[in-house]
């Protein structure tokens, strides 16, 4: 379908032609898409899918991997978590090594090159249990057991592993960063709001948008390849998104660090505090992902979870995304352990129904890998190369056909 802007009223117009023309929105150029009429909204879509088209041609990314919840302990209690634990709940569990490399050792004979460590933040500031629990395993902070488990995960496979454990203070990061190819950390949203009695961060210290965008800041200043990205529908505004949104811009302009933003929604759960709050709609959906594209710029890597809007894979596509995320063959969502990945052959037909091909990247997109060998840690770049081809993807292996 040809791109039509004469629909459209001219505020809107003239936006969608600025970053036609490779101008990124401002905060005020993105609220204006708030509200849109049909017409607008489709123009948003084509827009956001031209300039993907643009930058990544007929690529559509994913990353094979497994999920490592090493501890779902966590201090916080966020209004839509159903992973966290307290301890004596039924389900909380700490991985042990052997847990660990028996994972890892799955994951590898699939074909998997990446191990996401998700876990808690700071429990054992919490709950004596897990100080007693990291003590016996050697360790006074749980962010220095992922330290040890990093590497053994290094030592004993040839997946990269991926970090993913909150909130971090600069040596944590700089210890990290020798064992981890790429980290992450969600900033969620910019709005301090949140965390007021009743809302989806009452009670979660660590998801004030102040030390999360420190830590994010950090990474850019130690150079760690880092993933982030907003949680949509937990009772931010359309303004707080775009906020959000332009907050990661302003850090990824200052040290180049961001590999990708990840725009996540919503999902209610009988069993979370907000089980009532209504989740976001598709429009919204594909609304936020669309205007993320515009704001971010077609380069960026921008993505959305597949799992967490099933039977919608085409639409995330139209709306701007460029990578699915990581999908494992091996480990479920611990996260949202209702939302089952999509088989790798599902997202391969549907990226080829939409004229994309499907490829594997590791937890380092490959752009990092061939033009930013600055942001690789000095102690993993031997072993990086011996695992990529010339455009900085994965070696095809044995295994690697898709599960
Ligand atoms: S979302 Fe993360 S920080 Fe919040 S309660 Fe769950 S595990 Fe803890």
């Known amino acids: 379908m040809a791109l039509s802007l004469s629909a459209c009223r001219p505020t809107i117009e003239a936006a969608l032609e600025r970053a036609l023309a490779g101008i990124r929105l401002s905060a005020q150029d993105a609220s204006a898409f708030e509200h849109t009429t049909s017409s607008e909204l489709l123009a948003l879509l084509q827009t956001a899918d031209a300039l993907r088209a643009q930058y990544h041609g007929d690529t559509i990314t994913y990353s094979r991997k497994v999920f490592i919840p090493l501890t779902n302990l966590c201090r916080d209690y966020c209004g839509y978590c159903t992973f966290r634990r307290d301890p004596g709940d039924p389900g909380a569990k700490t991985m042990t090594p052997d847990d ?34 990291l003590q016996r395993l050697g360790h006074r902070r749980t962010l220095g057991y992922l330290t040890e488990m990093c590497r053994l995960v290094l030592d004993h496979s040839s997946l990269l592993p991926h970090a993913n454990p909150g909130v971090m203070g600069p040596k944590d990061l700089e210890r990290l960063r020798d064992v981890n190819i790429s980290m992450g950390l969600m900033l969620e949203s910019t709005s301090r709001r949140l965390l007021g009695k009743g809302m989806a961060h009452d009670n979660a ?7 999360r965008l420190k830590t994010l800041d950090n990474a850019g200043k130690l150079r760690i390849p880092f993933t982030t990205g907003i949680l949509i529908g937990i009772g931010e505004t359309f303004a707080e998104r775009v906020e959000a949104l332009c907050a990661i811009r302003d850090l990824h302009d ?13 999902r209610a759960k009988p069993e979370v505090p907000m089980h009532a709050h209504p989740e976001p709609s598709l429009l919204d959906f594909l609304r936020t992902i669309a205007v993320a594209r515009l704001i971010l710029g077609g380069e ?8 967490l809007t099933p039977e919608q894979y085409q639409l995330l596509i139209t709306a701007g995304i460029n990578d699915w995320g990581g999908v494992s063959p091996v480990t479920i969502d611990f996260i949202n352990p ?12 549907v990226s080829t129904e939409m004229g994309l091909r499907l490829r594997q990247r590791l937890a380092l997109y490959p752009e990092y890998i ?3 060998p600055d942001y690789i840690a000095p102690a993993l770049a031997a072993r990086l190369q011996t695992m990529v081809d010339a455009d900085g993807y994965p070696l095809v292996q044995q295994g690697d056909t898709l599960p």
């Open 254 to 266: 200052r040290y180049g660090h961001i590999q990708e933003v990840i725009i996540q929604n919503f």
């Open 300 to 307: 960026m890597n921008i993505q959305a979870p597949p799992n």
């Open 100 to 133: 660990i490399l028996a994972v890892v050792t799955q994951g590898e004979k699939l074909g998997c090159k990446e191990a996401l460590f998700s876990l808690g933040d700071k429990p054992e500031a919490l709950f004596p249990q897990m100080q007693q629990e």
């Open 370 to 372: 061939t033009r930013k």
């Open 205 to 211: 210290p660590d998801k004030d948008p102040v030390v």
């Open 338 to 349: 209702e939302a089952p990945w999509p088989q790798l052959l599902t997202l391969e037909r």
